[in-house]
């Protein structure tokens, strides 16, 4: 069984930064895409920033320039460093994975138990 265990998130103020972090532990092959998600109250979840094994990135626009994801194919972990958080980022924000196992060969969709971040003066 896989399992994406998720840290960081908390309440900051506006301008300020925040860093969350995704491990995958469990058996598996490997890991294609690897990224993060938010959904707000009220809203769809949105992809926020993804990365592919290689390390290509792709961004939501509203969050380019701000925001960088990384990851860690050693130690299958990724990463959001977050940064001039507004009040907008307020979510709960979700690992997501793509994980290659000796089920689904090409690959099936993991995800995190989600994490609280709040951006408020």
């Known amino acids: 069984q896989v399992q994406l265990v998720e840290s960081g998130g908390g309440l900051v103020q506006p301008g300020e930064s925040l860093r969350l972090s995704c491990a995958a532990s469990?058996?598996?092959?490997?890991?294609?895409?690897m990224g993060w998600y938010r959904q707000a109250p009220g809203k769809q979840r949105e992809p926020v920033a993804v990365?592919?094994?290689?390390?290509?990135?792709n961004y939501l626009d509203s969050v380019k320039g701000r925001f960088t994801v990384s990851r860690d194919n050693a130690k299958n972990t990724v990463s959001l460093r977050m940064s001039d958080l507004k009040p907008e980022d307020t979510a709960v924000y979700y690992c997501?994975?793509?994980?290659?196992?000796?089920?689904?060969?090409?690959?099936?969709?993991?995800w995190g138990q989600g994490t609280q971040v709040t951006v408020s003066s």
């Open positions: 990365i592919t094994s290689g390390g290509l990135t």
């Open positions: 469990g058996s598996f092959l490997g890991i294609n895409d």
């Open positions: 997501n994975a793509i994980v290659r196992t000796y089920i689904y060969f090409r690959g099936r969709e993991f």
